[in-house]
């Protein structure tokens, strides 16, 4: 421990920083990925891997006319893979991200020689090993991808709208491994789908009154015990400027984003200026109907009631080509800061967690996070998850926020991805990481190895921790 407390030599924070970056045992604060006791829903292997969302998009930029996205879907997976190994392996090199992921993932796994041989049959062969063992096969599997990847745990999205996944909590709740920690996904609340709403307090005996809505999460939460509530928010969401009053305005949807329109001064004048809004739920409305506001009437009680997070992913387009199915999904090219600003405004006892698809947004993304205790960034999402992206944000992030933000997360839904998202993102951190301590050196600080440790640990989910642990409700 004397040598952890020695201050590092300028000539030596290279390879301090990048051994304690590659010994850094990770949280991952938002996957996809299920236990292997969720059977079908727990996905791993080479045919999952290749025909990942981000694969099937790239395959079709190129995929011959005759193959139409129905046309491919209909196929089984090993169908499926098989044509995008041959076009994105064989016909062309894989240097895209998604498809070097794949390399990466592989070369780990110890089957650099199948790859080197192009030989997806061998690498077939491989992952039947596990598949053989059934259950037992797909958690050793599981375990010896945490290993290599580092990941000490991983956040699973809990979808209690999806009745395949439901059939998993209810009505036997199984006990779920301490690497895999739930999150309870709530989209059709944010995004005001009522039909789907209805349909599921319907399915599960509730009436479509708000207050069994509120009652229908509280439920769920009980059975998930979620770290979190979350949402990705509809390409058009907006949440506008209160009226005054304390009186709840909704999430309205505009055909056009019109957050650009708006001053960039405009939440400057809304903070915490209505936060009886998020006291009692008594004024509210009972019956659900066309205003009904399922995140002010909703979300936000449940939220503050349970001291439980929300966790937000901001500016997908959903559906921008809606044959490709999830691989068709898009961006919104600014999406609005500004309402993010209001909900930590307007419910300053509500913990927000943040990350935004554009990377337009990252900016004020942090300028955000610096003005709203109650918001924690987090993560390279999807888009801008690519090694150039990444770093940009990261950099800005650092100089931004020091070490108060999560750098990344590995929205993996195939367990394998583990591998390589953290690689792949472990590398360019701690690039970023070198370069900041070597301008901090210059400025004459020397850090002792103790406190890069420290401060690499709080960026792979410490500060994600700590967030998580410091209950506003009492503070404010
Ligand atoms: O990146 C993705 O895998 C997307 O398909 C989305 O699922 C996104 O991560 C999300 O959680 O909404
Ligand atoms: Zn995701």
Same mark, same amino acid.
């Given at each position: 421990?004397?040598?952890?407390?020695?201050?590092?030599?300028?000539?030596?924070?290279?390879?301090?920083?990048? @051994?304690?970056?590659?010994?850094?045992?990770?949280?991952?604060?938002?996957?996809?990925?299920?236990? =292997?006791?969720? +059977?079908?829903?727990?996905?791993?292997?080479?045919?999952?891997?290749?025909?990942?969302?981000?694969?099937?998009?790239?395959?079709?930029?190129?995929?011959?006319?005759?193959?139409? =996205?129905?046309?491919?879907?209909?196929?089984?997976?090993?169908?499926?893979?098989?044509?995008?190994?041959?076009?994105?392996?064989?016909?062309?090199? =894989?240097?895209?991200?998604?498809?070097?992921?794949?390399?990466?993932?592989?070369?780990?796994?110890?089957? !650099?020689?199948?790859?080197?041989?192009?030989?997806?049959?061998? *690498?077939?062969?491989?992952?039947?090993?596990?598949?053989?063992?059934?259950?037992?096969?797909?958690?050793?599997?599981?375990?010896?991808?945490?290993?290599?990847? +580092?990941?000490?745990?991983?956040?699973?999205?809990? *979808?209690?709208?999806? #009745?395949?996944?439901?059939? $998993?909590?209810?009505?036997?709740?199984?006990?779920? =491994?301490?690497?895999?920690?739930?999150?309870?996904?709530?989209?059709?609340?944010?995004?005001?789908?009522?039909? %789907?709403?209805?349909?599921?307090?319907?399915?599960?005996?509730? #009436?479509?009154?708000?207050?069994?809505?509120?009652?229908?999460?509280?439920?769920?939460?009980?059975?998930?015990?979620?770290?979190?509530?979350?949402?990705?928010?509809? $390409?058009?969401? #907006?949440?506008?400027?209160?009226?005054?009053?304390?009186?709840?305005? +909704?999430?309205?949807?505009?055909?056009?984003?019109?957050?650009?329109?708006?001053?960039?001064?405009?939440?400057?004048?809304?903070?915490?200026?209505?936060?009886?809004?998020?006291? &009692?739920?008594?004024?509210?409305?009972?019956?659900?109907?066309?205003?009904?506001?399922?995140?002010?009437?909703?979300?936000?009680?449940?939220?503050?009631?349970?001291?439980?997070?929300?966790?937000?992913?901001?500016?997908?387009?959903?559906?921008?080509?809606?044959?490709?199915? @999830?691989?068709?999904?898009?961006?919104?090219?600014?999406?609005?800061?500004? @309402?993010?600003?209001?909900?930590?405004?307007?419910?300053?006892?509500?913990?927000?967690?943040? %990350?935004?698809?554009?990377?337009?947004?990252?900016?004020? &993304?942090?300028?955000?996070?610096?003005?709203?205790?109650?918001?924690?960034?987090?993560?390279?999402?999807?888009?801008?998850?690519?090694?150039?992206?990444?770093?940009?944000? %990261?950099?800005?992030?650092?100089?931004?926020?020091?070490?108060?933000?999560? &750098? !990344?997360?590995?929205?993996?839904?195939?367990?394998?991805?583990?591998?390589?998202?953290?690689?792949?993102?472990?590398?360019?951190?701690?690039?970023?990481?070198?370069?900041?301590?070597?301008?901090?050196?210059?400025?004459?600080?020397?850090?002792?190895?103790?406190?890069?440790?420290?401060?690499?640990?709080?960026?792979?989910?410490?500060?994600?921790?700590?967030?998580?642990?410091?209950?506003?409700?009492?503070?404010?």
């Amino acid at each position: 421990s004397s040598l952890m407390n020695r201050k590092v030599k300028a000539a030596d924070i290279h390879s301090v920083v990048w @051994s304690e970056v590659r010994g850094q045992e990770v949280i991952d604060l938002h996957t996809h990925l299920l236990p =292997p006791s969720h +059977g079908a829903l727990c996905l791993w292997g080479i045919d999952e891997m290749l025909t990942y969302h981000y694969l099937v998009s790239e395959y079709f930029m190129t995929a011959p006319a005759g193959i139409t =996205p129905e046309g491919f879907f209909a196929m089984n997976k090993n169908h499926q893979a098989d044509l995008i190994w041959e076009s994105l392996f064989i016909q062309r090199s =894989p240097i895209s991200e998604a498809t070097r992921g794949v390399l990466t993932t592989l070369q780990a796994l110890g089957l !650099q020689s199948d790859v080197d041989n192009r030989d997806l049959d061998a *690498i077939r062969k491989f992952y039947d090993g596990f598949r053989e063992e059934g259950l037992k096969g797909v958690e050793k599997f599981v375990g010896e991808v945490y290993r290599i990847a +580092g990941v000490r745990y991983a956040l699973m999205t809990n *979808i209690p709208f999806d #009745s395949n996944e439901a059939q $998993h909590w209810r009505p036997m709740k199984k006990e779920y =491994p301490e690497t895999f920690k739930s999150a309870l996904r709530v989209d059709p609340l944010l995004a005001g789908d009522r039909k %789907t709403v209805e349909n599921a307090l319907r399915a599960s005996g509730y #009436s479509t009154s708000l207050e069994d809505a509120r009652k229908y999460l509280r439920d769920w939460c009980d059975t998930m015990k979620p770290e979190y509530l979350m949402a990705s928010t509809p $390409h058009d969401f #907006s949440l506008p400027p209160s009226e005054g009053g304390g009186t709840l305005s +909704g999430v309205t949807k505009k055909g056009v984003n019109e957050s650009s329109l708006q001053s960039p001064f405009a939440f400057a004048d809304l903070t915490g200026n209505d936060c009886n809004d998020c006291e &009692a739920t008594d004024n509210l409305p009972s019956i659900i109907n066309e205003t009904s506001d399922f995140l002010t009437e909703v979300l936000m009680p449940v939220c503050e009631e349970r001291d439980l997070p929300l966790a937000l992913k901001i500016g997908a387009h959903r559906s921008v080509n809606p044959a490709l199915l @999830s691989a068709g999904d898009g961006l919104v090219a600014f999406a609005d800061t500004n @309402s993010l600003a209001r909900l930590c405004g307007r419910f300053p006892k509500v913990r927000f967690l943040a %990350t935004f698809l554009s990377r337009n947004n990252q900016q004020e &993304a942090c300028v955000l996070a610096s003005k709203f205790r109650n918001l924690h960034i987090y993560g390279c999402w999807w888009f801008c998850n690519n090694p150039s992206i990444i770093k940009e944000i %990261t950099q800005m992030r650092v100089e931004m926020l020091g070490t108060a933000f999560t &750098a !990344q997360h590995s929205d993996a839904r195939v367990v394998d991805q583990l591998i390589y998202k953290w690689s792949h993102s472990r590398a360019v951190i701690a690039k970023v990481l070198v370069t900041e301590y070597e301008k901090a050196v210059a400025s004459g600080w020397r850090p002792t190895r103790k406190e890069i440790r420290r401060d690499v640990g709080r960026l792979f989910g410490g500060s994600f921790s700590e967030f998580m642990t410091k209950s506003l409700r009492m503070t404010f």
